[in-house]
């Protein structure tokens, strides 16, 4: 479904870099490719994230020129996610609660039919 309004702006900030800036092939000083950014939306507000990637320089290294993104930016959001993950726990919850009371309505409407059924006979 589209969205018909725009995605609330940032309140917060947070500038993500990955825990090594050697490359795990090769063992060389990785440098900083580019900045990436991404907005997620967590149950504490929209987050603007800045990440650091970078890149291995050294051109006999088997991972020359891969990107090496944030760690820390799979626990915020799935890839190409807008929300974060404590917000697909939360619509997670409610959903299968949802489904759970919906069984259980579904269950006392049989049995009641059953018992109208019963009286009949
Ligand atoms: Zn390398």
């Known amino acids: 479904m589209a969205r018909k309004q725009t995605r609330p702006s940032a309140t917060q900030q947070a500038v993500l870099e990955p825990l ?3 490359c795990r092939a090769c ?3 990785m440098r900083m490719g580019h900045h990436s950014h ?3 939306t967590t149950l504490q507000g929209v987050t603007r994230l800045t990440l650091k990637v970078y890149r291995c320089r050294n051109t006999q290294c ?3 020129h891969q990107p090496t993104r944030p760690e820390e930016e799979g626990g915020w959001a799935l890839p190409h996610g807008e929300f974060g993950l404590d917000v697909i726990a939360l619509v997670g919850t409610l ?4 489904i ?3 069984l259980s309505l579904l269950d006392q409407v049989s049995q009641s039919r059953a018992g109208q059924d019963a009286s009949v006979l």
């Open 20 to 22: 090594q800036t050697t």
């Open 27 to 29: 063992g060389s000083h």
């Open 38 to 40: 991404r907005t997620v």
């Open 62 to 64: 088997p991972r020359f």
């Open 95 to 98: 959903l299968l609660s949802l």
């Open 100 to 102: 759970k009371s919906y």
